[in-house]
């Protein structure tokens, strides 16, 4: 199956496909990968067992490339989950593969099974949309968010999850794009931003890109203070503040 599917089509294929993403979310990255054009590349760093890629995939032309890269080694599977999963590991390329094949994309995405900052000489050139929701700590995300970033194209997308909920994401984008002079701050979906490669670096603009992107740091200590709560066990004391079930921040 390589026909476009619709937005709506497309959460219904990735319902029941482990991952945290949310309808939200899903829109972003299914408008970003419809605005493609036939001989553009999409590429993904942190596939986990497909639940992204399908929307990639199903969004964009037969003409695009999807390439997605996730060594799925069993580490960086998820919260709480940086460390100690290698017998999950081939489960999760097994699940993957079997996801795409299900959702009718497996003919779309070329899988490159390796960690990120090993894996630039598995893909040529430039590319229109870059999704990154690799590894979580400040080194590795801020690897991925320069050393990808670098390769989007003029005017193309960047999009990131956890940002302004994982700390070492947050920092990451901090150290590399809050103050930075190429790509423009356009937006989130809760913790997945968006990000253009169209800022055109004078002081004005950079200046005020920076004040959006600090404007959402609040949003992020009220992030840390409910995964600190949840992690010490008093997601009861949320519940009775908030008047529902807590839920890790994503």
């Known amino acids: 199956m390589t026909e476009i599917r619709s937005y709506q089509q497309l959460l219904e294929a990735v ?38 890629t399908i929307v990639l995939a199903g969004a ?26 290698a017998d999950e590991a081939d489960e999760d390329n097994r699940i993957f593969n079997a996801n795409l094949a299900a959702a009718g994309v497996a003919d779309r995405v070329r899988h490159v099974r390796a960690f990120s900052d090993k894996a630039h000489a598995d893909v040529e050139g430039e590319f229109a949309v870059l ?42 984008i901090l150290r590399e794009l809050v103050f930075g002079s ?41 992030n840390l203070l409910v995964k600190v709560l949840i992690t010490v066990k008093l997601g009861g004391l949320l519940k009775k503040i908030t008047g529902h079930d807590p839920e890790w921040p994503y």
């Open 131 to 172: 999704y990154i929701d690799g590894a979580h700590r400040y080194a590795p995300a801020r690897t991925d968010i320069r050393d990808w970033g670098s390769r989007v194209a003029p005017g193309g997308t960047m999009l990131i999850h956890d940002s302004f909920s994982s700390l070492g994401v947050t920092l990451a």
């Open 15 to 52: 319902k029941d496909v482990d991952g945290w993403m949310s309808p939200d979310q899903a829109e972003r990255l299914y408008r970003a990968a419809a605005g493609t054009r036939d001989g553009d590349t999409i590429v993904e760093i942190g596939s986990f067992r497909g639940r992204s």
């Open 182 to 222: 190429r790509f423009r701050y356009v937006g989130r979906a809760r913790s997945m931003t968006e990000y253009r490669a169209d800022l055109d670096g004078s002081v004005g603009s950079r200046a005020a890109n920076a004040g959006k992107q600090l404007l959402q740091l609040p949003w992020f200590a009220k």
């Open 60 to 85: 964009s032309t037969p003409g695009v490339q999807v390439i997605a890269i996730d060594p799925h080694a069993g580490n960086d599977r998820g919260p709480q989950e940086i460390e100690g999963f």
